[in-house]
């Protein structure tokens, strides 16, 4: 599969995957409107997945499927694979010829996307060891798959990977204690009023590299 690629803020970049658009969006609407009977309670994680993975199916291409909760280990070349047996990723994306994730041992040649979902209160060390297993993904996967987390935040500036005028940060971080980067790819708001944004709720599409993507020349 080959990935076209765009130029993205002064870097040369894989373009945007175009499912994720509407998805993001309708994520961030979502947390707002449930927010909006369940004000105290803040919202699962396994309810964000459920929901992400509901609108990203609905924005897939024809030629691909979703499949929840798979082993890493399937989505990795054997010979190569430094996951742990039973870790499961949160959604992954495949090419629609490949076989059934849960009964085949091994579908690396099909994987196109690992998508990891998380809530940005979740625990600065936790939001790392997703984008470590991400990396370890990177290193072990077939070259064009891609690995993303999707950062939920609910009426809160996720400072980490949003600035204070509610804009991604979006030069190159470094994952700790790796050799891997990420870059924030898109950020996402809904706002109850334009001057409050940090009470909106966000949404990030977060991209890992193993190589820090080519930083393009100014003229």
Known sequence: MEIPRVKYMGYDMPERPAFL????????YWMGYRSAYFNSYPLPEAAIV????????????????????????????????KTQDLTRVDLAILSKA?????KEN???????????????????AS???DLRRLYQFKKSCSQDARAL???????QLPERFV?????????KHDIPNSEGCYHVRRTVKAAHSF??????????????????????PKF
């Open 50 to 81: 459920t929901e992400a993975c509901n609108l990203i199916q609905s924005n897939l291409a024809s030629g691909q499927v979703l499949r929840p909760e798979v082993m890493y280990r399937k989505l990795v070349k054997q010979e190569s694979s």
């Open 106 to 124: 091994n579908v690396s040649d099909y994987v196109q996307f690992v998508i990891e979902v998380k809530r940005s209160s979740s625990t600065e």
């Open 163 to 171: 600035g204070e005028a509610g804009v991604s940060r979006l030069y």
């Open 98 to 102: 490949a076989p059934d994730p849960y």
């Open 21 to 28: 658009e509407n998805a993001l969006q309708g994520l961030a």
């Open 149 to 155: 987390l999707i950062l939920a935040s609910e009426a």
């Open 127 to 129: 939001i790392d060891e």
């Open 195 to 216: 001057k409050r944004k940090e009470h909106a709720n966000y949404v990030c599409v977060v991209e890992v590299f193993t190589k820090p993507p080519q930083k393009l």
